[in-house]
């Protein structure tokens, strides 16, 4: 038997809980389902399996006005009609004007490639449901032509989701689902020093208590992320702000919370007791 | 045993079905769990547990079901037995029949007998995926480079210690309606209409008409097909609606996202709608609820939330108003028929449960609009009247 295990790479590590996730939904041809707050680098995974299993990769960004024909195939009548208007051209061959999308390359490679459909929630809502059929079958039918395709290589189809709408059961049944859960302190560190490699330790060990704190309120609306923590960490050592500062007041506390009602939540927890 | 798993989660509310049971079987058998079972609870979960809210139900669940015996239980013996004698949770349906008969459970128990017989031959040193010891990036003391030490995991603790930990118990959710519900059932909120504005091209008909006209292109316009809803939602907010407040905000962020619409708009009340609506939820910013009147005719509807419960006099009398400052020269009743006046295609959704439904101005109320519950059915009814395909009724004074 033989077994292509993801399994990391340099740069991207992941979880033996995430490997495994990964493996078995190529080893049962089924789509990944990645789920995870902003920033926990579900996009990027894609691209680690891709390089670690050196394979191709093909990214079908999703749009508001995605639509689920677009990732197999458009047929191109205008520019046929064209063609047949000004007549240089062979027009009889109407395979030509097909254009195959993103997923309709990934069932037509002569190899196994990693299919990313990034954050398909930003789609209409029937949308997974118009793919769910072809994800099953891997194949798709081209009317114009009159041709069944179907994968040879079935691909390892990475999906992402942030939640913003809620996906529908029949497509939910067919993935495998992983949830990147939010990095934790230890984690956190390794991240920050990537964008502030010379941050003063006191700062780091400081700003780390408050964020977690933050997060941990449980009348928070949205909780700040990653990239807030890093923006806030660069105002605070921008603005010269002295480490006890931070615990008694809380500053650039507008740079990590957006919303109004957050900040007020906050600042009544913040008074109701200073964390230690 | 196995079986008895299945029906273990979906008492805890899981809705696992026999088609990603049938999953895991597979992933079991073809090697994946590797009898470990820190490995079978990720496994198991990633097939069967869809979304992160139900993560802290499938920890309980597991905790319950493998307390104890997790010592005890081989997931290589519990499988073997399965394939060999294969029992399902229940009477299957056609489908899921025909996705039992696509496994071929026989072929499935040879290959797991095969990978069980490596694995004992070449125990402590090979470098299959099983074994201890190899080089294989799994299992336990590996020296794969990037290889993880998996049993070890979470410094030797248990797996059902790990899911005792409920790790996820922040991210439960125990919502009666969330947005994608809500814009499912905003969906069918739509007559379509010939609509005016700019044409657009029509591609069937160009090639058909330019086929007839011997490959000189002709070009067919037509007018595009529009949504001709004009929606105006009226939401209470504040004061009795703050435990609804999460719902509310569904409601609205869904109406908001659905683009469908001819014209949509909102407005935020107190209570009841006296001389003034708000456009924001702290009401700050007004409106003349008159000047807001003469906008609307009889093509739009008006969707009312609110949970109509107030004292009496704040709906029948002149000053009733609850704010203390605000004399209202015009009943709050007065205002509401006159949005039904001007509006007859209007409902009123209450988030409150039909059941109590008891107070005397929401029977008052349903008087003026027939009033649904805000939940999926009573969303849908709602739809219906305002689509015109259910009658539109009021209580009988």
Excluded at chain 2, 233 to 239: E, K, N, W
Aim: aromatic residues 10%; contains cysteine; glycine residues 6%.
């Amino acid at each position: 038997m033989s077994f292509h295990a993801f399994s990391g790479t340099d740069t991207y590590l992941a979880s033996p809980e995430l490997r495994d996730s990964v493996n078995v939904a190529s080893a049962l041809e089924k789509p990944l389902l990645v789920r995870g707050e902003p920033g926990t680098g579900k996009t990027v995974l894609a691209e680690a399996i891709a390089e670690n299993l050196v394979m191709p990769l093909l990214t079908w960004n999703i749009k508001s006005t995605s639509k689920a024909q677009e990732g197999l195939y458009v047929y191109d009548t205008v520019q046929r009609l064209n063609d047949a208007r000004f007549g240089d051209k062979d027009i009889t061959d109407i395979s030509q004007y097909i254009k195959y999308g993103p997923l309709g390359q990934s069932f037509l490679t002569d190899q196994r490639v990693v299919l990313l459909i990034d954050e398909i929630d930003k789609a209409d809502m029937e949308f997974p449901n118009d793919l769910l059929h072809e994800l099953d079958r891997m194949s798709f039918f081209v009317h114009e032509t009159g041709k069944q395709h179907s994968a040879q290589f079935r691909p390892i189809v990475v999906i992402t989701s942030n939640n913003e709408k809620e996906l529908p059961d029949a497509f939910l049944r067919r993935c495998v689902f992983h949830y990147i859960a939010f990095p934790d302190k230890a984690e956190m560190e390794d991240i920050i020093r990537v964008h502030h490699p010379d941050v003063e330790a006191e700062l780091l060990r400081q700003v780390l208590l408050r964020f977690y704190w933050l997060r941990d309120l449980p009348e928070l609306r949205k909780k700040p992320s990653t990239s807030e923590l890093i923006d806030w960490i660069a105002a605070l050592r921008r603005g010269g702000v002295s480490t006890e500062s931070i615990e008694s007041e809380l500053p650039f506390l507008g740079v990590l919370m957006k919303r109004e009602n957050d900040l007020e939540a906050v600042m009544a927890a913040h008074r109701r007791g200073r964390v230690n | 045993m196995f079986v008895d798993f299945f029906y273990h989660l979906r008492g805890y509310g899981l809705k696992v079905t026999i088609t990603e049971w049938l999953s895991l079987m597979k992933a079991l058998a073809i090697g994946h769990s590797r009898a470990d079972l820190h490995v079978f609870y990720n496994l198991a979960r990633c097939l069967m547990v869809k979304r992160e809210a139900d993560f802290d139900n499938y920890d309980r669940a597991f905790a319950s079901f493998f307390m104890g015996v997790e010592n005890h239980f081989d997931i290589s013996d519990e499988l073997l037995e399965w394939l060999s004698k294969p029992e399902l949770p229940r009477e299957l349906t056609d489908e899921e029949r025909a996705k039992l008969e696509a496994l071929d459970l026989d072929e499935l128990r040879e290959r797991f007998k095969e990978l069980l017989d490596e694995q004992k031959e070449r125990h402590d040193g090979g470098n299959r995926w099983i074994g201890t010891g190899g080089m294989s990036p799994f299992g336990h003391g590996g020296e794969h480079p990037t290889g993880v030490r998996i049993g070890g995991a979470g410094g030797g603790r248990s797996a059902v210690q790990v899911a005792t930990d409920r790790r996820f118990r922040n991210l439960r959710s125990d919502r009666i309606l969330d947005t994608r519900q809500i814009g499912l059932a905003l969906r069918r909120l739509r007559k379509l209409d010939k609509d005016e504005g700019p044409e657009e091209l029509d591609i069937d008909e160009t090639i058909d008409s330019s086929a007839r006209n011997a490959g000189e292109i002709d070009l067919v316009f037509r007018p595009p097909k529009r949504n001709r809803i004009k929606l105006l939602l009226l939401i209470d907010v504040g004061g009795s609606m703050d435990p609804h407040t999460l719902l509310c905000e569904r409601l609205f962020s869904a109406a908001h996202k659905a683009n469908h619409f001819k014209k949509f708009e909102f407005k935020f009340f107190h209570n009841c709608v006296y001389e003034n609506l708000y456009t924001d939820i702290s009401r700050w910013k007004g409106e003349p609820t008159s000047r807001i009147l003469k906008r609307l005719d009889h093509t739009w509807s008006v969707c009312l939330v609110g949970d109509a419960w107030m004292s009496p006099y704040e709906l029948t009398h002149t000053g009733g108003a609850i704010d203390y400052y605000h004399t209202n020269q015009v009943t709050g009743l007065d205002w509401l028929r006159k949005f039904r006046d001007r509006c007859p295609n209007s409902i009123w959704l209450n988030p409150e449960p039909r059941r109590i439904w008891n107070a005397p101005t929401i029977h008052l109320i349903r008087q003026v609009f027939p009033m649904f519950e805000l939940t999926i059915d009573g969303l849908t009814e709602g739809i219906d009247v305002l689509r015109g395909i259910r009658p539109n009724r009021a209580l009988a004074a």
